[in-house]
């Protein structure tokens, strides 16, 4: 099994910064492509950036310029920086990986279960 935990989230004023963290654990073998979604009140939930294991990154023209992605390999921990906030930006965050969990295993999507962003005065 594998777990996915996000943390980081919290209330910051417009122009402020968060870092959200996506922690992996438990039978991985390796780690393909991860990403960052959100879900805003009464919207669909939305990819925000995403990271293969090659280090290609994409993001959504809306958080372009402002939001970066980066991964701990080592660590197996996914990160999204995210500067210059918007409260269009508030959202529930959920972090996503594709996980093997052997050599022989194909990879596998995982959510995590995400951390409230409210960007507000």
């Known amino acids: 099994q594998v777990q996915l935990v996000e943390s980081g989230g919290g209330l910051v004023q417009p122009g402020g910064s968060l870092r959200l963290s996506c922690s992996a654990s438990?039978?991985?073998?390796?780690?393909?492509?991860m990403a960052w979604f959100r879900q805003a009140p009464e919207k669909q939930r939305e990819l925000v950036a995403v990271?293969?294991?090659?280090?290609?990154?994409n993001y959504a023209d809306a958080v372009k310029g402002r939001f970066t992605i980066s991964r701990d390999h080592v660590k197996n921990i996914m990160y999204l920086q995210m500067n210059s906030l918007k409260p269009e930006d508030t959202a529930v965050y959920y972090c996503?990986?594709?996980?093997?969990?052997?050599?022989?295993?194909?990879?596998?999507?995982?959510w995590g279960q995400g951390t409230q962003v409210t960007v507000s005065s």
């Open positions: 996503n990986a594709a996980v093997q969990y052997s050599s022989e295993s194909s990879y596998d999507a995982y």
């Open positions: 990271l293969t294991s090659g280090g290609r990154t």
């Open positions: 438990g039978s991985i073998f390796s780690i393909g492509a």
